[in-house]
């Protein structure tokens, strides 16, 4: 057979494939979505071989056949033409970072271990994270409420952190009575300093979660859609804490306030505890929050969010990850 | 029934598949099986046609395990010999 005729062949070939439906639609797939035609996982996820690229690409495309579609298309395309595997496993890498909230793989090898985690919670025992600019003033605002941080000895958890929490509780709930947007924010500020904002991502720290025996959640469409939205609450949260640590700073009158509330429920508390040694504090909430004491105060100019978004935060909050 | 059946299948209409007509586009006469160079316009109309046919080949797979465990249908017409 001459060159030419057997490149007539192949053109031959391609348009018959093309004119018949069913061999168009094999064409197409074996073109785009050849995975399609495999029963079982191309690498199986509980299958971890380090360092082999190839291993890596193959679990990374697997997964996004199921979980970013867009992905796929790329990878399978650029497999055909990519000879280097490091730089294609960066790519596919970086494609899939792209769709992570929160957290991000450092390397396509982390694909073995599930969707990045990232707990975004207060470290008390960490000293490197009040060294943190952002962070350093937390330190007088745990003060206030009688828990007192050493920047830098902090290895142990504070002894009276479980009483701090409990008032901290009352105040956050007593502040959302306000409807004020800045004690709204404070209150966002309590919950995240003392993790009881109910979402697990703004909770906890990594070291939390991996002491706890969290397993990361699996590449699965559902829980990816669940990691992303705890993630992108647990910033929006952080986020609001962290402009209400900002109006506490700049606001003498707001610390007082806090202080003083402060120091009359933990007075109540203490009193409490003494009389009905087993009641949670929780219950009473509410009461307790009868006594406290907020000054409305001026709106802030970068106070952008409106009531409805803040009620969406709040009644997030009741069934936060 | 089983002619109200055929005659449903019959009345669907075809489904034009975004993959199959790039691949009609895209195919290059030079007797490569595959397209493998883009345009960047090309590029977004690969990946969308991908995710088209992900998604078909998912629902093609799903329908072929439905059709596989289908319950048996008890037949009304009498078989006396059945038992035999």
Request: net charge negative.
């Amino acid at each position: 057979m001459k060159p030419q005729d057997f490149h007539a062949a192949i053109t031959f070939l391609s348009a018959a494939t093309l004119a018949d439906p069913f061999l168009a639609l094999c064409s197409a797939v074996a073109w785009l979505d050849p995975l399609a035609l495999l029963d079982e996982p191309l690498i199986e996820p509980d299958y971890y071989a380090g360092g082999d690229e190839w291993v890596n690409i193959g679990a990374a495309w697997d997964i996004s056949r199921v979980c970013f579609p867009a992905v796929y298309a790329e990878t399978t395309q650029a497999i055909r033409t990519e000879s280097s595997s490091q730089r294609l496993a960066d790519q596919v890498c970086t494609a899939i970072n792209r769709h992570l909230v929160g957290g991000e793989l450092h390397d396509l090898e982390q694909i073995f271990f599930g969707i990045p985690f990232f707990g975004l919670g207060v470290d008390l025992t960490d000293t490197d994270f009040f060294a943190s600019p952002q962070y350093t003033p937390l330190v007088e605002v745990y003060a206030w409420l009688g828990v007192a941080v050493d920047p830098e000895q902090t290895y142990s958890l504070p002894d009276n952190l479980p009483e701090a929490a409990q008032v901290a509780d009352v105040l956050a709930f007593s502040l959302r009575q306000t409807g004020h947007p800045t004690h709204e924010k404070l209150a966002w500020l309590l919950d995240w300093m003392f993790s009881q904002t109910g979402n697990t991502a703004a909770d906890y720290t990594d070291e939390e979660i991996y002491e706890m025996g969290i397993q990361p959640l699996a590449w699965e469409p559902n829980e990816l859609e669940f990691n992303n939205l705890m993630h992108a609450e647990a910033a929006e949260i952080i986020g609001n804490a962290m402009q209400g640590l900002d109006l506490l700073l700049a606001d003498d009158g707001l610390q007082a306030e806090l202080r003083a509330n402060v120091e009359s429920l933990s007075k109540q508390m203490k009193r409490i505890k003494k009389e009905k040694p087993h009641d949670r504090p929780q219950p009473d909430a509410q009461r307790l929050s009868r006594s406290l004491c907020w000054t409305d105060r001026p709106q802030q100019p970068d106070e952008q969010r409106s009531p409805d978004d803040l009620e969406g935060l709040q009644v997030r909050r009741a069934d936060a990850a | 029934m089983l002619e109200q059946l055929i005659h449903s299948l019959e009345n669907v209409p075809p489904l034009e598949l975004g993959a199959v007509s790039l691949l009609s586009g895209l195919r290059p006469p030079t007797g490569e099986w595959f397209p493998t160079t883009f345009t960047p316009e090309a590029k977004i109309q690969v990946i969308a046609a991908t995710v088209e046919l992900v998604a078909y080949t998912g629902r093609c797979a799903e329908m072929g395990r439905r059709l596989a465990h289908l319950p048996a249908i008890p037949l009304t017409v009498p078989l006396m010999e059945f038992a035999l």
